[in-house]
């Protein structure tokens, strides 16, 4: 999403590339703040355990090839704190660290990393052989008086990048003024007047890319002016946290994380009204049954828990938490760890070593910046929860999973969380307010994400007695009561008897509070929200709905199939027997069935031109006009003369540009060595212009070799579709999709009054309860009327565009995802596509009406395909045809 919005910026206004990139993620109302001109300045909002620093090591490159055609650019990476900087530099340049790994990916080993003192070692012949990575402190160019800064001084070893400079390139340099003089004696009054060889001058000449780690903490003028002093290419912001100003280009989902097995989820919460003694208590319990599970892993892992004392005024603190576990939970002094300001028990420490004996580390505040350790699994915060600032940040340690993938045992894929608090909604909504404000999640999200621990057995084990159970799977967990917080309490004297039966109102300090039974139905629920509502003036009336919305979202997530072990039917996929094999019909498969060779094609390269004036250089790819700027318009005519790159040259640039996955090398750079010599021959066009051009015509080959592929696939699907069918039940486990538990990067949660009791995940992606205009929307009749249905066991609102996490069936263009996957109490499966009146009976639907009846045909009864609309032909709304389906 990044690279495709940054190559727009090269034929459109950033701002109209921006509510492009928005409008298809459906986000409306967000304005693009054009900070610096059109220069494209973007966030990425990322929540903690995100790994927004490895995605920004990724980004370096993308942007590179996106903004400015080049495979060895320039970055600035500016981080907000020297003890960020000297992390991220180590990091950045250990060639066995993620951080660097993510450079080489794209770059090999033609990469510099270097802090500002060492820049100065940077030679001309440097600059576009190698990527260089400048890793700096915000602080080094945020200021007022540039004397104040090295970055801003004159430097004599940095005179070679400035030989020869022509004067459209020096006019924009900050020259040498009378007060440089005065901080820099060893410049005359000569000087003054000449460019100054700075280094923000340098950062100027080469227009880098910035990227700008915990951007948030930014949006000062004073800022935006210092950035613009470096003239960068584009300006790419990494944080948790965005705040207005910032352009926020894409949030990266809880689910999302969870499900590329990122972050552990959900927090086992467990409230603790009797103190910190039981807090720690439960919290060591807790530990040691995660031991125990961790035994059972082929991957060595040890979890530790976090325990966060009191302060030096208060009971538990840092000594008495450290007596209390050896004396009162005998356990070993060797396993504990304190790590505050004054004592450094973690220092030179590898916690993920085998042989290390750390399981519990006691700390006050905040562990130190760029602390981690996936091991982390507990945290039993012993302060007061109103009154702990750092609890979020140490909650974040307790989030990352070990190794970055989902352990085999369940426990081992959660975060725990002991807390000193009254009752569980009290903990649970100060949680959910700091991982909103401080941690980068939305508040739909932490709805689900927060689940009350379950009575912890006396001796260790596994849990405490169920309270509910479910056929099939684990024990229902007891649902925790719904807390409405109010300004004042309200007036019951006329409410329903039923409704007065399931509510107590408690009075407190800042009005009252509502309180439900957490087992309350549905409609009884409903019922008290709109007494309490209709009572409240306008104003107050969406904080109230926030509150039982998370209540519901809650609800769900508890009650949930995936969450309480419960699995989703193997759903069959679509096959063809390829030489006495079965072979799922993938995009590989399509091709490959159309004869599908470059070296048959006709080679041509339709609407490639280019026209280069004196402020641009365009290139036309049937139609897509890309353009970007010189920055020496004396470049004219340079197509004209001998390049000192060979044809070999670029033919082995572009093999690696546009390799393919599907396509032999040796096929692929024949192809190649046709094209560019029918370029030069038949189309005219000079090598200099081709190697001048190689980022566009990569992009004009990547292009081309799609629609010739694509023209393949419709060849073999059109050809096999009737010789397509599922596997046989014997083989179905081995061609077939599975909903696994967690495994649902939702995005656009629903978060309607309705309670879906049968959906399979906590949460719902993408489901709108109503329109725009008001109306029910149609989509949410749907989901309705399936989750309504007694046939019905489960159901999953299939996510879009996500082929490791939903269910698809082929089409001769791509994939197609049925909007809604059931699975039904007798086994079978139901994919129901929805479609508005408008589009069912355009070419698209067809197809998928084609591929659905092909899937449910071949399957002997075992699936069934519904191509929904809101009337059919026989006038039944989307209830009957559900109902006639299932009949």
Not at 32 to 45: I, M
Not at 640 to 663: A, N
Not at 817 to 840: I, M, N, Q, S
Request: charged share 20%.
């Amino acid at each position: 999403m990044l690279t495709q919005f940054l190559t727009d910026t090269r034929s459109k206004p950033v701002v109209d590339a921006y509510a492009a990139t928005l409008a298809g993620q459906n986000r409306t109302g967000e304005t693009y703040q054009a900070l610096f001109g059109n220069v494209p300045c973007v966030c990425l909002r990322v929540p903690t355990g995100g790994g927004k620093t490895i995605m920004a090591a990724h980004a370096v490159a993308m942007a590179g090839k996106a903004v400015l055609d080049s495979d060895a650019p320039i970055a600035l990476w500016l981080t907000p704190s020297d003890t960020i900087r000297s992390q991220t530099l180590e990091a950045l340049a250990n060639a066995r660290h993620p951080y660097r790994q993510a450079l080489a990916h794209h770059f090999g080993d033609r990469v510099q990393v270097c802090d500002l003192e060492s820049l100065q070692a940077i030679s001309p012949h440097d600059v576009g052989k190698a990527a260089i990575v400048i890793v700096a402190t915000i602080q080094s160019f945020n200021v007022t008086d540039t004397a104040k800064r090295n970055v801003y001084s004159f430097f004599e070893e940095l005179a070679p990048h400035f030989d020869n400079l022509p004067p459209q390139l020096s006019n924009g340099l900050e020259k040498v003024t009378e007060a440089d003089l005065q901080t820099q004696p060893y410049l005359t009054a000569k000087d003054v007047g000449r460019v100054k060889y700075s280094v923000a001058n340098w950062m100027h000449l080469q227009s880098p890319i910035v990227i700008v780690d915990e951007a948030h903490n930014n949006r000062t003028d004073r800022f935006f002016k210092s950035l613009g002093r470096v003239n960068p290419s584009c300006v790419i912001e990494m944080t948790a946290t965005p705040v207005p100003g910032n352009n926020v280009l894409y949030h990266v989902a809880a689910a999302e994380l969870k499900a590329e097995q990122m972050i552990k989820l959900p927090i086992v919460l467990a409230e603790h009204p009797q103190g910190w003694r039981d807090c720690l208590r439960d919290a060591v319990l807790t530990r040691d049954r995660l031991e125990v599970a961790a035994q059972r892993e082929s991957d060595y892992v040890r979890p530790i828990a976090l325990v966060q004392a009191m302060p030096i005024n208060g009971e538990a603190t840092v000594a008495v938490v450290l007596q209390h576990l050896i004396e009162q939970e005998r356990v070993p002094e060797e396993q504990i760890a304190v790590a505050t300001g004054t004592q450094k028990g973690l220092d030179g420490i590898n916690l993920l070593d085998p042989a290390c004996p750390i399981r519990y580390v006691i700390t006050v505040e905040a562990l130190k910046e760029g602390w981690d350790c996936s091991f982390a699994y507990v945290l039993a915060s012993l302060q007061s929860v109103n009154s702990s600032k750092d609890v979020e940040q140490l909650l974040g340690r307790v989030l990352r999973m070990p190794y970055a993938k989902n352990r085999t045992q369940d426990a081992l894929n959660r975060a725990y969380a002991h807390i000193v608090a009254d009752n569980f909604a009290q903990a649970a909504a100060t949680l959910k307010d700091r991982m909103v404000q401080n941690m980068g999640f939305e508040k739909l999200e932490t709805a689900s994400l927060i689940i009350p621990q379950q009575p912890l057995p006396l001796t260790g084990g596994e849990g405490g007695a169920p309270t509910a159970g479910r056929a099939g799977g684990a024990a229902t967990p007891a649902i925790p009561e719904c807390h409405i917080e109010l300004p004042q309490a309200p007036d019951t004297q006329h409410w329903p008897d039923e409704l007065k039966q399931a509510v107590r109102v408690v009075p407190t300090t800042q009005g009252a509070t509502v309180l439900l039974h957490g087992e309350v139905s549905s409609a009884i629920l409903a019922q008290a929200e709109a007494f309490i509502s209709n009572a409240m003036p306008a104003k107050a009336r969406e904080k109230v709905k926030e509150q039982f919305d998370a209540h519901r979202a809650a609800r769900q997530a508890m009650r949930a199939p995936a969450q309480l072990g419960l699995d989703f039917a193997a759903i069959p996929q679509l096959c063809l027997n390829l030489d006495g094999h079965l072979e799922v019909v993938e995009r590989e498969t399509l091709s490959s069935l159309g004869d599908w060779s470059l070296l048959d094609q006709q080679v041509q390269l339709a609407g490639f031109t280019i026209t280069e004036t004196v402020n641009s250089f365009e290139i036309d790819v049937n139609g897509a006009r890309v353009t970007y700027r010189h920055t020496d318009a004396q470049q004219l005519l340079l197509n004209e003369t001998v390049s000192h790159t060979s044809q070999q040259d670029l033919i082995r640039w572009l093999d690696v540009e546009v390799r393919q996955s599907d396509i032999g090398q040796p096929q692929m750079q024949a192809y190649l060595v046709k094209m560019v010599t029918h370029l030069m021959a038949e189309r005219h066009f000079t090598l200099t212009a081709l190697v001048r051009a190689r980022f566009q015509l990569a992009q004009a080959l990547v292009k081309e070799i799609g629609r010739l592929r694509q023209m393949a696939m419709a060849r073999g699907f059109q050809g096999r579709l009737m010789d397509m069918a599922v596997p046989g039940v014997e083989e179905l486990a081995h061609y077939s999709f599975h909903y696994q538990p967690g495994q649902y990067p939702a995005r656009l949660m629903y978060q309607g009054s309705y309670e879906f009791s049968k959906h399979f995940y906590p949460v719902i992606h993408d489901l709108r309860e109503k329109t725009q205009a008001g109306a029910v929307a149609e989509e949410f009749r749907c989901a309705q009327a399936i989750d309504a249905h007694a046939k019905v066991k489960h159901w999953v609102r299939n996510i879009e565009r996500q082929e490791k996490f939903s269910f698809w069936l082929p089409t001769a263009t791509d994939y197609f995802y049925p909007d809604f996957v059931a699975e039904l109490v007798d086994g079978r499966v139901l994919a129901v596509e929805y479609k508005g009146e408008p589009y069912r009976t355009n070419d698209d639907s067809r197809e998928k009406q084609q591929v659905g009846h092909q899937w449910e045909q071949s399957s002997s009864g075992r699936c069934l395909f519904l191509f929904a609309v809101a009337s059919d032909e026989d006038g039944r709304n989307v209830s009957q045809q559900i109902a006639t389906k299932l009949a």
